[in-house]
Protein backbone atom coordinates (compact mmCIF):
# COMPACT_ATOMS: atom_id res chain seq x y z
CA UNK A 1 0.00 0.00 0.00
CA UNK A 2 1.26 3.40 -1.45
CA UNK A 3 2.27 5.85 1.70
CA UNK A 4 1.25 9.41 1.30
CA UNK A 5 3.29 12.20 2.59
CA UNK A 6 2.25 14.17 5.65
CA UNK A 7 0.63 17.54 4.44
CA UNK A 8 1.85 20.45 6.05
CA UNK A 9 -0.35 23.48 7.05
CA UNK A 10 0.17 25.57 4.04
CA UNK A 11 -0.79 22.30 1.92
CA UNK A 12 -4.46 22.33 4.04
CA UNK A 13 -4.84 26.22 3.35
CA UNK A 14 -4.44 25.30 -0.49
CA UNK A 15 -6.39 22.66 -0.08
CA UNK A 16 -9.32 24.36 1.76
CA UNK A 17 -9.07 27.55 -0.51
CA UNK A 18 -9.57 24.71 -3.60
CA UNK A 19 -12.05 22.98 -2.21
CA UNK A 20 -14.03 25.88 -1.53
CA UNK A 21 -13.24 27.42 -5.24
CA UNK A 22 -11.50 24.56 -7.56
CA UNK A 23 -11.29 27.40 -10.14
CA UNK A 24 -9.56 29.82 -8.27
CA UNK A 25 -6.40 31.02 -10.09
CA UNK A 26 -3.19 30.27 -8.40
CA UNK A 27 -2.21 33.73 -7.41
CA UNK A 28 -5.77 34.17 -6.15
CA UNK A 29 -4.43 30.76 -4.07
CA UNK A 30 -1.06 32.58 -3.24
CA UNK A 31 -3.11 35.73 -1.74
CA UNK A 32 -4.92 34.01 0.47
CA UNK A 33 -2.27 31.67 1.82
CA UNK A 34 0.67 33.92 1.92
CA UNK A 35 2.69 31.99 -1.12
CA UNK A 36 3.60 33.47 -4.77
CA UNK A 37 1.14 31.95 -7.89
CA UNK A 38 4.57 29.53 -8.61
CA UNK A 39 4.77 28.14 -5.18
CA UNK A 40 1.06 27.44 -5.09
CA UNK A 41 1.64 25.90 -8.63
CA UNK A 42 4.16 24.03 -7.62
CA UNK A 43 2.36 22.45 -4.23
CA UNK A 44 -0.87 21.64 -6.33
CA UNK A 45 1.26 19.61 -9.31
CA UNK A 46 3.02 17.76 -6.02
CA UNK A 47 -0.52 17.02 -4.17
CA UNK A 48 -2.17 15.73 -7.42
CA UNK A 49 1.06 14.01 -8.14
CA UNK A 50 1.10 12.05 -4.61
CA UNK A 51 -2.52 11.43 -4.86
CA UNK A 52 -3.63 13.58 -2.34
CA UNK A 53 -5.97 15.99 -4.79
CA UNK A 54 -7.81 12.78 -7.00
CA UNK A 55 -8.92 15.34 -9.27
CA UNK A 56 -11.55 17.89 -10.11
CA UNK A 57 -15.05 18.17 -10.77
CA UNK A 58 -18.04 20.21 -11.44
CA UNK A 59 -20.89 20.19 -8.83
CA UNK A 60 -23.71 20.43 -10.60
CA UNK A 61 -26.66 22.05 -8.36
CA UNK A 62 -29.73 19.24 -8.82
CA UNK A 63 -32.08 21.66 -8.24
CA UNK A 64 -30.84 23.56 -11.92
CA UNK A 65 -31.30 20.62 -13.63
CA UNK A 66 -34.75 20.50 -11.65
CA UNK A 67 -33.87 16.84 -10.08
CA UNK A 68 -35.62 17.82 -6.74
CA UNK A 69 -36.92 13.80 -5.88
CA UNK A 70 -33.92 12.52 -3.58
CA UNK A 71 -33.75 8.52 -2.84
CA UNK A 72 -31.49 6.30 -0.41
CA UNK A 73 -32.05 3.17 -2.29
CA UNK A 74 -30.58 0.56 -0.25
CA UNK A 75 -29.21 -2.40 -2.32
CA UNK A 76 -29.29 -5.92 -1.78
CA UNK A 77 -26.91 -7.93 -4.20
CA UNK A 78 -26.08 -11.90 -5.56
CA UNK A 79 -23.18 -13.87 -4.22
CA UNK A 80 -19.96 -11.91 -3.77
CA UNK A 81 -19.49 -8.82 -5.96
CA UNK A 82 -16.35 -6.28 -5.16
CA UNK A 83 -16.86 -2.62 -4.06
CA UNK A 84 -15.01 -1.87 -7.62
CA UNK A 85 -17.44 -4.01 -9.42
CA UNK A 86 -20.40 -2.18 -7.64
CA UNK A 87 -18.94 0.95 -8.40
CA UNK A 88 -17.75 0.30 -12.04
CA UNK A 89 -21.59 -1.17 -12.71
CA UNK A 90 -23.38 2.21 -11.18
CA UNK A 91 -21.14 4.87 -11.86
CA UNK A 92 -22.23 5.42 -15.54
CA UNK A 93 -25.54 6.47 -14.10
CA UNK A 94 -25.97 9.45 -13.76
CA UNK A 95 -28.59 10.04 -11.21
CA UNK A 96 -26.39 8.14 -8.74
CA UNK A 97 -24.76 10.83 -6.73
CA UNK A 98 -23.42 8.58 -4.72
CA UNK A 99 -22.81 4.83 -3.46
CA UNK A 100 -21.13 2.65 -0.47
CA UNK A 101 -20.86 -0.33 1.13
CA UNK A 102 -22.60 -0.76 4.14
CA UNK A 103 -22.67 -2.85 7.28
CA UNK A 104 -26.03 -4.88 7.94
CA UNK A 105 -28.35 -6.40 5.49
CA UNK A 106 -27.60 -4.37 2.49
CA UNK A 107 -24.52 -4.60 0.51
CA UNK A 108 -25.19 -0.71 -0.66
CA UNK A 109 -26.44 2.47 -0.01
CA UNK A 110 -26.91 4.56 -3.39
CA UNK A 111 -27.95 8.30 -2.90
CA UNK A 112 -30.03 9.09 -5.91
CA UNK A 113 -31.48 12.39 -7.57
CA UNK A 114 -34.44 12.13 -10.46
CA UNK A 115 -36.71 14.65 -11.68
CA UNK A 116 -39.52 13.11 -10.20
CA UNK A 117 -41.05 9.50 -9.15
CA UNK A 118 -41.17 8.46 -12.38
CA UNK A 119 -37.44 9.61 -13.74
CA UNK A 120 -36.25 7.70 -10.09
CA UNK A 121 -38.24 4.62 -11.33
CA UNK A 122 -36.48 4.74 -14.68
CA UNK A 123 -33.35 5.60 -12.71
CA UNK A 124 -33.89 2.45 -10.06
CA UNK A 125 -34.27 -0.08 -13.19
CA UNK A 126 -31.18 0.95 -14.52
CA UNK A 127 -29.67 0.14 -11.25
CA UNK A 128 -31.19 -3.44 -11.08
CA UNK A 129 -29.94 -3.99 -14.21
CA UNK A 130 -26.18 -2.52 -14.24
CA UNK A 131 -24.93 -5.39 -11.27
CA UNK A 132 -26.16 -8.74 -10.09
CA UNK A 133 -28.88 -7.52 -7.46
CA UNK A 134 -31.12 -9.27 -5.83
CA UNK A 135 -33.53 -6.60 -4.85
CA UNK A 136 -33.54 -2.89 -3.43
CA UNK A 137 -35.26 -1.07 -0.94
CA UNK A 138 -36.02 2.95 -1.45
CA UNK A 139 -36.30 6.10 0.99
CA UNK A 140 -37.66 8.93 -0.37
CA UNK A 141 -36.18 12.34 0.79
CA UNK A 142 -39.05 14.38 2.13
CA UNK A 143 -36.84 17.19 3.29
CA UNK A 144 -33.52 17.69 3.58
CA UNK A 145 -32.74 18.98 6.89
CA UNK A 146 -29.00 19.51 7.38
CA UNK A 147 -26.43 19.59 4.48
CA UNK A 148 -23.19 19.81 4.81
CA UNK A 149 -22.13 20.05 1.57
CA UNK A 150 -19.87 16.94 1.45
CA UNK A 151 -19.77 14.39 -1.33
Known amino acids: MEKLRQIDELDEKVLECLARDA ?74 VSAATITGQADAILRVMARDVHHLEHALERIRQAGPVDRSESIIVLSQLIDRGHP
Not at 42 to 48: A, N, T
Not at 70 to 91: D, K, T
Request: with cysteine; aromatic share 8%; proline share 4%.
Open 23 to 96: RATYAQIGDEVGLSAPAVKRRVDRLVDEGVIKGFTTVIDSTAMQWTTEAYVQVFCRGNISPEELAAAWEPIHEV
